[in-house]
Structures are given as C-alpha cells and as structure tokens.
C-alpha cells in the first residue's frame, strides 16, 4: 500500500532541555494510504495542530520520524506537491480573488495559461466565479474560507491538507467544500482532513485517528471504529417467556416500544450465539443486525475513556 503521509514515533515536546517540557504530541504513528481522504480528530489541545505544522515542516520534531509523498518533512520537491489551507489563515485582503489566485500560482511556478485555466476552474469549484473580481476584504468569513480552499488545489496538488475547512461555513458552503473533497478524491488526491464537524468527517472520510494529549488513542476506518459489535438488535416471532430466559443469559436484554429486542451482549458473546439460542429456545429469528454509533458518539466514549 503507497502512502501519503507516514510517521513513526513523531514527537513534539515544547520548553527546551533544562526543564520539563510540555509533551504536544508523543509517539504518533500514522499510516495515511494514497488517495484517501482522512480525518484527524481530537479536542482542542490534543495536538493536531502541533501535528500538521510538523508534518508542513514548520515545527521541528522532537523525536521520530515522518514522510510526505515519499519523502522527508521539509524537503522542498514534496512541497511543490503539496496543498494547504490554515485554520486562522489571513489573507492580502487588497487583491481579487483573480489576483490572490495567481499571486500563489506564481508561488507555486505554475505559467500563466496554466494560471488562468486554472484560477477560472477552482473559482467555479468553490462558488466564487461571480466574485473573481471582488476584493478580500469585501469577502465573508465563510467567502475566506472558500478561496483559502481555491488556492489549496490550484496546482493539482497530491497530497491537500485542510485545518477546519468548514468551520465558518453554512450547511450548503459545507455540502460544497464536502463534495469538492470527495471530487479530490476520485481525481486519485489524498485529503488529511482535521474538522471538529464530526458528522462532515463521517460522510467524508475513509479512516480516521482520534488524538488526545498528544497520542492516538483509536484508529481506523471509519465503519469499523463505528460498529458495536457488542450490540444487536433483533425481532423474533414467538416472543415466549422460554426465548427471553434463553438471551437473558447471553447478555443484558431490552424490549424497545417498535416490538424489536436490544441485546447488549456479554464480552465473550457473538451475534451467532444470539441466533442459536432463539432457535433452540423454539422462537423464529427475522431479523438480527448489529449496531452502529455515530462518530460523536465513538469520539466522546472514546476521549472520556482516557480522561
């Protein structure tokens, strides 16, 4: 498997040798596969940031090690190949969105047809083509935002990186930043995405890391890291008093207005033992589906877990 980004034992400590430094982030070993879209999660202060100005070549690591594309942090053949849009991004608010545009195509040594073609492309991209003309400072915080993600993807990049792409955005600027992510994608891009919008990160992402205090503490796909495998939910015909005894003793039982039954099963149970044990008790299995937690829910439980 390529892989966009790999680190390995990546860490970051702040306030020098003398004295006991603040551990920002501490043996992150991330493992981001090429043309993926990935999020990177976790509350405020546990690192992430810290992380991506790391992985930029902003900040240098502590300890470890870390790779872009293929090659070391900081080298500046993977940096031409490379997109990014800042949290707190500031912006020269006198130019047009033409001109910021192809102020950074400069930047990045695109030529100026491949400017023009395309400045006129990510514009539309990001709903801003009317505005081409328009200064920055006549630009909303969520306008900002969007040529800010303009200017991550204007020269093809392979690799975009984007800190809370979505935070000053309404929900139909965060369906239009969602499905550029997902065109970035099927274009073979790989998406490190880092948002406190867990529900954008749950229709978007393929995997994701949840980070606290500076180390990973779950990581994974995102179907996977979801699914409850010690939670069934199931509707059984012949409900008797003899099918209820049978899965009381496989795990804590509950009855649900729908007529449905809840199961939450015992460490050592399985859905097939739930399956088994109505059969045998003379009751008829119609349906039997594991559970699903949504994202929130497995970041909450997840970062409590470790408190």
Not at 118 to 133: C, W, Y
Not at 224 to 242: F, G, N, P
Not at 285 to 300: A, C, G
């Amino acid at each position: 498997m390529e892989l966009a980004i790999e680190t390995d034992q990546l860490g970051k400590t702040f306030g020098g040798w003398r004295r006991r430094g603040v551990r920002a982030v501490d043996e992150l070993t991330l493992a981001v596969p090429r043309g993926s879209v990935f999020g990177f999660l976790g509350p405020n202060g546990a690192g992430k940031t810290t992380t991506i100005m790391m992985l930029l070549g902003n900040v240098r690591p502590s300890r470890g090690t870390a790779r872009l594309l293929g090659r070391p942090i900081g080298d500046a053949r993977m940096r031409r190949r490379l997109g990014f849009l800042p949290e707190r991004f500031q912006f020269h608010d006198f130019l047009t969105a033409e001109e910021f545009l192809d102020l950074h195509g400069k930047l990045y040594g695109l030529d100026r047809a491949t400017r023009r073609r395309r400045i006129t492309e990510t514009l539309e991209l990001v709903g801003l083509a009317e505005r081409r003309k328009s200064r920055l400072r006549s630009f909303s915080k969520g306008m900002q935002q969007r040529i800010g993600l303009a200017q991550a993807i204007l020269a093809e990049p392979e690799l975009v990186i984007l800190d809370e792409p979505t935070s000053a955005l309404d929900p139909l600027g965060r369906r239009l930043v969602r499905e550029v992510i997902l065109g970035l994608k099927r274009q073979g891009c790989t998406v490190f995405l880092n948002s406190h919008l867990l529900s954008e990160i749950e229709l978007t992402c393929d995997e994701v890391a949840i980070l606290r205090q500076g180390r990973v503490v779950a990581q994974g796909s995102v179907e996977v890291l979801t699914s409850q495998r010690d939670r069934v939910r199931l509707s059984v015909e012949a409900l008797t008093d003899c099918v209820r005894a049978a899965l009381a003793g496989l795990g804590q039982l509950t009855e649900l207005e729908s007529g449905e039954l809840e199961m939450l099963l015992a460490d050592d149970r399985a859905a097939a033992d739930v399956a088994a044990a109505v059969v045998r008790a003379g009751g008829r299995l119609t349906s039997l589906r594991p559970q699903r937690e949504s994202l929130e829910d497995l970041f909450v439980r997840v970062v409590a877990s470790e408190s």
